[in-house]
Each structure stands twice: as structure tokens, then as C-alpha cells.
């Protein structure tokens, strides 16, 4: 099962200050804006989703057809072929995909200790 790039979406109280505090860390603004409430920062290959006043809770974020530059990739997993090998393991979905439609499209689930995963693919 190939699940794309990886990051961590983070809600933070002041996206202003956890945007001074990333960069100290070496990370810098990939995408995203202060106006919009979110930025995704990276170094190197880490990814960081800084969201301020959009969910609750941390989320783990996997993005089927995207490397971590968000180019699309030539060969990977649908999100739909995702939720059926994740089905056929008895594994408990939050939110599924409608298996009759095509491209963009997400599922969620929860690991054993409620943490949560967006599988989120937008190609």
C-alpha cells in the first residue's frame, strides 16, 4: 500500500508565533498563508501543516499521488484501492470514499489511540 507524502497536521493557537517557532527549526513556508489560517512548512523532505482555527486534535496526513514537493506522481494508490485494502483488514473507518467516483477524494480513520489519519489525496 503506497500512501504518498507524509506530514503532520498541527492546530495551533497562533500561526504567527508556530511559524517563527518551525523556522528556527530550519523549516520555511512551502504553501499556504497567514491570511488563509494555515501554512505547510518544510525542510528538506518534513512536512509540517500548521492550521490555526480549523479542527481540533492533531492529524496524521498521507497524500496518495503526491512526492513531499506535491508534484503528482506518474504511479500510485488511489484512496479508493487504499479503503478496500484497509476494508479487507477489518480496519474501521471514520469517513470513507464514494468507491464509484474518481480523483480527489479522502478517507479518515482513528489508530488504537485515537489518533487521527487523513488519507487525502487531491489528484
Same mark, same amino acid.
Given at each position: 500500500? /503506497?500512501?504518498?507524502? =507524509? +506530514?503532520?497536521?498541527? +492546530? *495551533?493557537? !497562533?500561526?504567527?508565533?508556530?511559524?517563527? =517557532?518551525?523556522?528556527?527549526?530550519?523549516?520555511?513556508? =512551502?504553501?499556504? +498563508?497567514?491570511?488563509?489560517?494555515?501554512?505547510?512548512?518544510?525542510?528538506?523532505? +518534513?512536512?509540517?501543516?500548521?492550521?490555526?482555527?480549523?479542527?481540533? @486534535?492533531? %492529524? %496524521?496526513?498521507?497524500?496518495?499521488?503526491?512526492?513531499?514537493?506535491?508534484?503528482? #506522481?506518474? $504511479?500510485?494508490? !488511489? *484512496?479508493?484501492?487504499?479503503?478496500?485494502?484497509? /476494508?479487507?483488514?477489518?480496519?474501521?473507518? !471514520?469517513?470513507? *470514499? !464514494?468507491?464509484?467516483?474518481? @480523483?480527489?477524494?479522502? #478517507?479518515? #480513520?482513528?489508530?488504537?489511540?485515537?489518533?487521527?489519519? #487523513?488519507?487525502? $489525496?487531491? *489528484?
Amino acid at each position: 500500500m /503506497k500512501l504518498g507524502a =507524509f +506530514s503532520i497536521s498541527l +492546530s *495551533v493557537k !497562533d500561526l504567527k508565533i508556530s511559524q517563527t =517557532f518551525y523556522e528556527g527549526l530550519g523549516f520555511s513556508v =512551502f504553501a499556504g +498563508s497567514l491570511e488563509s489560517n494555515y501554512l505547510i512548512m518544510k525542510n528538506e523532505t +518534513s512536512l509540517i501543516g500548521l492550521f490555526q482555527g480549523m479542527f481540533e @486534535g492533531n %492529524i %496524521i496526513t498521507f497524500n496518495p499521488g503526491w512526492d513531499t514537493n506535491a508534484n503528482k #506522481l506518474e $504511479q500510485f494508490d !488511489d *484512496v479508493r484501492s487504499i479503503q478496500k485494502q484497509l /476494508k479487507n483488514q477489518n480496519i474501521i473507518l !471514520d469517513k470513507e *470514499v !464514494d468507491e464509484s467516483t474518481t @480523483g480527489p477524494e479522502n #478517507l479518515m #480513520l482513528k489508530d488504537p489511540d485515537g489518533n487521527l489519519i #487523513l488519507i487525502d $489525496q487531491h *489528484v
